[in-house]
Each structure stands twice: as structure tokens, then as C-alpha cells.
T-cell receptor, first 109, second 116 residues
Framework: KNEVEQSPQNLTAQEGEFITINCSYS?????LHWLQQHPGGGIVSLFM???GKKKHGRLIATINIQEKHSSLHITASHPRDSAVYIC???????????FGEGTQLTVNP | GAVVSQHPSWVICKSGTSVKIECRSL??????MFWYRQFPKQSLMLMAT?????????EQGVEKDKFLINHASLTLSTLTVTSAHPEDSSFYIC????????????FGEGSRLTVL
């Protein structure tokens, strides 16, 4: 069993739909990161969370430390949101990250 | 926001040659940088942790003599793939931890290596 599991692996949505990507982890963490990777490969850090909820534009990230679960929500999805979304946890023992497998999101116009 | 620059963004080399990839933090100091490797359709795998002024810490299974890491300053870490072989073809990405220890990580754009 992976230490970080994401679901779904693939997600196809229509423009405007509300999207949720889930991340569960099994280790103790100091922070959880949501990352976005576009087809070219470059990675953008979307959120770093240690508790509660953060919002940036149409993106919302939540984390429940007790349940070891985080969700990334995209409101009013757009084709430009199409990318791979990766959950990564920063273990309490240091700065290294453990990555989930990623969720491939495709938003159709 | 903070920027991490990787260079080159892509490189093609012959088998047996060495390739150096640079990772620079452009507007902040990074005491720690990380090097990752990503094969197609797979997630990132941590190769090593690079600390300024000291030897890198390599993950299990990563050959330190093959993947040489140097972190000579607070803004630059380099990864050298020595005697590259086709199986080293991959996407290499670095990330930098801001020295202010906010825990924020900033990622480079990645470097795609193809070994012929």
C-alpha cells in the first residue's frame, strides 16, 4: 500500500463542473502539498496545508489531520485546468516529500 | 512569487557522456534543494536531498557516483549524470526549500534528458 493514495486516477469533466480530487496518507506529516503538473512537465505548487482550509481563486484545499485526508476542489472548471494534480506529504521527520500517483484531469469545453 | 530556474530544459546526449543540470533559486536563498526523477506516466521519485555546503543525501537505490550532486551556494545546486545510458533518459526536476524555513517548496520547470 502506498503511503499516499489519490483518487480518482483519471477524471474527465465538462467545463463548469465542480471537481474534487482526494488524497489519503498513512504517515505522520508536518504539511501536505497540492501540485499541478502541465503536459510540458513543469510543476506549480498550488497549496501547502497543515490544517483547515485554503482558497486561491477557484481552487480550494482542505485537510483533516485526524482522518489523514485532504481534498482539492476546483469550482467552475475550465479546459485550462486540465493537468495532472499531485498530492505530496511532507513527513514530520524532515523536509522530504512523498508523492501520490497523481490525478489526470481533463476538462472538456 | 519565488522562482526556481532549471537549465537546460531539455538535452540530448550520446551514451557514455556526462550531462550537468543546474537548479537555481532566483530570488531567495535555499539551504536545501531536492532532486527528483520522473518516468513517463509515473509520479516523482526523490533521488537525493542537497544541503548547501555538505554532501547530498541519496535515496536508497540511487547511485551517488552516477548522479553527482553539488550544492556550492545558497542559490545553486547541480546534478551531473555521469556516463549516461539510455535508461537514464527521464525527466529530472528540482525543488528548493526557502531558507526562511516556512516549509514552502518551489519547483523548477524540469529538464528532459534523452540519452541516445
Amino acid at each position: 500500500k502506498n503511503e499516499v493514495e489519490q483518487s480518482p486516477q483519471n477524471l474527465t469533466a465538462q467545463e463548469g463542473e465542480f471537481i474534487t480530487i482526494n488524497c489519503s496518507y498513512s504517515v505522520g506529516i508536518s504539511a501536505l502539498h497540492w501540485l499541478q503538473q502541465h503536459p510540458g512537465g513543469g510543476i506549480v505548487s498550488l497549496f501547502m496545508l497543515s490544517s483547515g482550509k485554503k482558497k486561491h481563486g477557484r481552487l480550494i484545499a482542505t485537510i483533516n489531520i485526524q482522518e489523514k485526508h485532504s481534498s482539492l476542489h476546483i469550482t467552475a472548471s475550465h479546459p485550462r485546468d486540465s493537468a495532472v494534480y499531485i498530492c505530496a506529504v511532507q513527513e514530520t521527520s524532515g523536509s522530504r516529500l512523498t508523492f501520490g500517483e497523481g490525478t489526470q484531469l481533463t476538462v472538456n469545453p | 512569487g519565488a522562482v526556481v530556474s532549471q537549465h537546460p530544459s531539455w538535452v540530448i546526449c550520446k551514451s557514455g557522456t556526462s550531462v550537468k543540470i543546474e537548479c537555481r533559486s532566483l530570488d531567495f536563498q535555499a539551504t536545501t534543494m531536492f532532486w527528483y526523477r520522473q518516468f513517463p506516466k509515473q509520479s516523482l521519485m526523490l533521488m537525493a536531498t542537497s544541503n548547501e555546503g555538505s554532501k547530498a543525501t541519496y535515496e536508497q537505490g540511487v547511485e551517488k557516483d552516477k548522479f553527482l550532486i553539488n550544492h556550492a551556494s545558497l542559490t545553486l545546486s547541480t546534478l551531473t549524470v555521469t556516463s549516461a545510458h539510455p535508461e537514464d533518459s527521464s525527466f529530472y526536476i528540482c525543488s528548493a526549500l526557502a531558507a526562511a524555513n516556512t516549509g514552502e517548496l518551489f519547483f523548477g520547470e524540469g529538464s528532459r534528458l534523452t540519452v541516445l
